[in-house]
């Protein structure tokens, strides 16, 4: 079977050139640890940064500390967020990283009685007019300096910018071995996830369970309606229009969902004898493309909302109902803080905090869209005219492949529409794969994991 | 132990007033029968409404239909919508309730070579151009009717209004015993989340397992880093604050998640010696009476996005993070569709087309509010004003009560903040809570279940 569009990543790509292999310990030896969780800045931190200077000032009500170095030489901290943060046993717990100081007991006016530098200029000594004492680490606080560039730099690097890709793309494949075993592949999978919303992995065992073992090098698999796993078979009086040999129409799954899962794997253990294509295409391209070429289409697609249903009974009975633009993008007005700033959001697949009102989920799935539509009379004709120039600019924008057994086709199931052609059910031989889903949130907190640096230093 | 908040409910109270006992089967006995999962419209269909004329309008490009009543005595259909909708077996897949009809085959532009009424005027039977027929139920054709006021009939149903409620509240009560046995109570229990965000379930079996076997009721509890369920137990090395004797504020759990659990339960197994008395507010009402009384912290909260970071290791190790206003409310921009039409969304807690801007989902937790602060310096100040002020308003709102063995806390963890006073650590007798999740979209998915009128027709 051709497959010509695979791919072997040579270089580490996006990943970050400082790497700690190994997970982070679960729990910090001593209950004075403030652990370095910070990610990617551990090159700044292993520079420890010294204090060579502070002063609070009424004024303003922040302290301001000067730094041993010629570049961001100062930074200052406001008085009631050093209170906030403060990091004795009796205002923080270490073990969870959590605070235990009530918003009842703080006092958006609290100054200090005296602020000074230890002997090194390693921490930063307050003692507070309620008699409390406070002593932070130089590093810590360099870590959370205000300034405009600084807080860029920290929003810049917990996001990697999506990268569209249409007819022309070759999907990275990654060992199966390699992702079970070595860190640095598995980091690198998954950021190709973030970025292309696609990846292959290859040569898995062809049994069943094999989903879940690389969703537990993530986390664990999301459960939905249809299980933990689900089987994709060709089933008597099947719950679902994939357990048939019919051709599947691009689409994502479960857009009847408000809670969309988000990366799909689909491990193919027996493939058809004949026919059961697969195909893949980046809905985001499909979206930008269709913006430019036929903006009348886009506008309704990004606003008119189309229902979706699944009702049935399959892991557990179910009536699920979503509401929702085929093309989703949300924009929240914020006037307060910097638009730019907060374009800068964590979370591009939900909330997105997005000036530009860029897509974060595609809910397109003829499959299981309602045939009850609740849209004005004379919006169905041109709302069919808007599918179908998305649905015919997704077919021109499509990579096709056969799934070997021991493929795991690995994509963003919010943004990469997939699809099959039909193929003939047979008795012997049957094609056979097993899915499941695992959510952005636990993707993003692996790849924290693998990046962070983990740097104990008491407090 | 006092309890004077508790109440029963004495009537159905929003319960639909036609219901039928049981489960809607899983799967339906003849691959001809097109189920009528239509929530709360089971009044109408059992009218066995008739057609009594039916044409084709080429300039309109629909099909009109004249039915045998006087209210809304006609209805519209438009072609390529009867087309996309074709229920025969090589177009639909009626086990799950599943469109075959291809986008890429599917006209704009389709036309019937005919229409006509069977002899009864239940049906309507169309021959295509192409040489396809299609056969639509009268009642199926009556459902999806385009009339606004059956579009916004329709959508409404689907939704319940919220109730706020502040320091008189009485939390409605369940036996747990009902909940699991009866259909009504199971209903009402749950259309009291929806509306009020708080429910106790009462007299459950003081051992492990009770959240799991009441989330199976609804269909399963959500995994999370910190496990299926998790243990509030004060602990050594605790990965969470709720894991000591100490008070927590008032908050909502895991808001370092883009998606944040939708429903919480904590079941009480064993109840503190003294001290650990439970708090609960409604953090809509909260946020409500904030705008009024204090529209500039109101709109800090609305807009200035919080980072919230959990970082650790339970269940799975973890490094969470999420940043979003304290109060999160959406708009989409819809100029297509009337955004009247569009603000009845069915997801009220995510990507709500709420033209009003209501919020969906609070995100007040001060233990895991980050330490670093992605805000202009000059907003911070401000921002711990308007936390300590939201904070103020949600204490001066909050009903307090000590939890007894048995007792089950559910309550919508987007809207519903919740707290404890400290408690005495003890080696015996210790203060023992289990918790879980259920997600929304199934809590939705089960209140339809309930409710639907299991109306088997063939096609």
């Known amino acids: 079977m051709p497959f010509p569009r695979r791919r072997i990543r040579s270089a580490l790509g996006r990943a970050s050139d400082r790497r700690v292999e190994g997970e982070p310990e679960g729990r910090p030896r001593s209950s004075e640890v403030v652990r370095g969780f910070r990610f990617g800045t551990g090159r700044e931190r292993t520079r420890k940064v010294k204090a060579i200077e502070c002063r609070a000032s009424e004024r303003d009500g922040t302290v301001q500390i000067r730094w041993d170095r ?35 007991s703080l006092d958006p006016d609290v100054r200090p009685r005296s602020v000074h530098l230890d002997g090194e200029g390693e921490r930063l000594e307050i003692a507070w ?18 300034a405009p560039e600084s807080r860029e730099a920290r929003l810049r690097e917990r996001t990697n910018d999506k990268e569209p890709w249409g007819r022309e793309a070759r999907v ?35 049994r069943t369970g094999e989903c879940a073992a690389l969703a537990e090098r993530i986390a664990f698999l999301t459960r939905t309606n249809y299980g933990r796993e689900f089987t994709v078979r060709a089933k008597a009086d099947p719950s679902n229009a994939a357990y048939t040999g019919a051709k599947l129409g691009l689409h994502l799954d479960l857009p009847y969902m408000s809670h969309m899962p988000g990366v799909q794997f689909l491990h193919c253990i027996a493939a058809a004898e004949e026919g059961g294509k697969s195909q893949l295409c980046d809905g985001f391209y499909v979206a ?13 697609l990004t606003e008119l909302p189309v229902d979706y249903l699944d009702v049935g009974s399959d892991h557990v009975p179910y009536h699920l109902v979503h509401r929702a633009p085929i093309i989703q993008s949300v924009s929240i007005p914020l006037s307060f803080s910097s638009r730019k700033e907060a374009a800068l959001s964590t979370s591009p697949h939900r909330d997105r905090l997005d000036e530009k009102g860029k897509p974060y989920r595609m809910n397109y799935n003829d499959q299981v869209r309602d045939s009850c539509f609740n849209v004005p009379l004379e919006s169905v004709k041109p709302l069919y005219v808007a599918l179908k120039a998305f649905n015919t600019l997704a077919y021109d924008n499509c990579i096709g492949f056969y799934l070997k057994p021991g493929d795991v086709m690995t994509f963003d199931n919010r943004r990469v529409l997939h699809g099959r052609e039909a193929y003939e059910v047979k008795k012997s031989g049957e094609r056979h794969l097993e899915g499941g889903y695992v959510d952005w949130d636990y993707i993003y907190s692996r790849i924290r994991l693998l990046r962070t640096i983990n740097f104990p230093l008491s407090s």
Chains 1, 2 share one sequence.
């Open 288 to 300: 930008e493309t269709l913006k430019e070429r036929d903006p009348d289409s886009y506008r309704i």
């Open 70 to 104: 010629s570049e961001r030489s100062s930074a200052e901290f406001p008085f009631v967020w050093l209170r906030d943060n403060c990091l004795c046993p009796s205002c923080f717990v270490p073990s969870a990283q959590a605070r235990l100081v009530l918003m009842e």
């Open 172 to 206: 990275p494949a990654y060992g199966y071995a390699d992702v079970m075993e070595r860190d640095d592949v598995l980091e690198r999978w998954l950021l190709d996830l973030d970025t292309l919303g696609v990846a292959l992995v290859v040569d898995a065992p062809r």
């Open 129 to 146: 007019e309620d008699g409390h004492r406070s002593s932070y680490p130089a590093w810590w606080l360099e870590e959370r300096d205000f």
